[in-house]
């Protein structure tokens, strides 16, 4: 894990929640200009993603980004295994890969305690009133027009933590009211 970001055990410590991860641009754009978060993203911020998959339970993520990004059952990285163990976690997190059809309330019940939303813009929409956490990892990049703007309203959340990594900044945002 890099310096200054959160560990697994921090994470895990936090109360369950359905958290969202989101990388974003300093001008709020969640794609780079190839339509990808990968144009973004960096190794730190791989890093994190990582560990916020080593503390989850479940992690859920849209089909069309499943396909598309070539998910595989296995998130959680082999050098995760001794914390997950030491916490009484199974080796890997429940991947559910979210349908159209889905009845995400139920879904959410039955994978939980810590969920994570990996969710692109319909998504995070879609879910925004299930979300108890948000997780910004802030890219150093700047998007403009190119990209797709952060779409969630951030109004009904606190900010919580902030941390800073060497490239990166990470912050925590807590929902302090629902709708």
Same mark, same amino acid.
């Given at each position: 894990?890099?310096?200054g970001?959160?560990?697994?055990?921090?994470?895990?410590?936090?109360?369950?929640a359905?958290?969202?991860?989101?990388v974003?641009?300093?001008d709020?754009?969640?794609?780079?200009?190839?339509?990808?978060?990968?144009?973004?993203?960096?190794?730190?911020?791989?890093?994190?993603?990582?560990?916020?998959?080593?503390?989850?339970?479940?992690?859920?993520?849209?089909?069309?980004?499943?396909?598309?990004?070539?998910?595989? /059952?296995? =998130? +959680?990285?082999?050098?995760? !295994?001794?914390?997950?163990?030491? @916490? #009484?976690?199974? &080796?890997? *997190?429940?991947? %559910?890969?979210?349908?159209?059809?889905?009845?995400?309330?139920?879904?959410?019940?039955?994978?939980?305690?810590?969920?994570?939303?990996?969710?692109?813009?319909?998504?995070?929409?879609?879910?925004?009133?299930?979300?108890?956490?948000?997780?910004?990892?802030?890219? /150093?990049? =700047? +998007?403009?027009?190119?990209? !797709?703007?952060?779409?969630?309203? @951030? #109004?009904?959340? &606190?900010? *919580?933590?902030? %941390?800073?990594?060497?490239?990166?900044?990470?912050?925590?945002?807590?929902?302090?009211?629902?709708?």
């Open positions: 894990m890099r310096p970001l959160p560990t697994v055990e921090e994470v895990r410590a936090l109360a369950s359905v958290a969202l991860s989101l974003v641009s300093l709020g754009q969640l794609r780079g200009p190839d339509g990808s978060s990968r144009s973004i993203s960096g190794p730190e911020d791989l890093d994190w993603l990582r560990t916020l998959r080593a503390a989850a339970d479940t992690v859920v993520v849209g089909a069309a980004t499943a396909e598309a990004e070539r998910y595989s /059952p296995n =998130l +959680v990285r082999p050098e995760f !295994a001794a914390v997950r163990a030491a @916490l #009484g976690l199974p &080796a890997q *997190a429940h991947l %559910r890969i979210l349908r159209s059809h889905d009845r995400v309330d139920d879904l959410l019940r039955e994978h939980g305690p810590h969920v994570l939303l990996e969710a692109g813009i319909r998504l995070h929409r879609a879910l925004a009133p299930l979300i108890d956490r948000v997780w910004i990892s802030h890219a /150093p990049a =700047l +998007v403009g027009d190119a990209g !797709a703007p952060l779409a969630l309203d @951030l #109004g009904d959340f &606190a900010l *919580a933590d902030r %941390r800073l990594g060497t490239q990166y900044v990470v912050s925590r945002f807590e929902r302090v009211s629902r709708r």
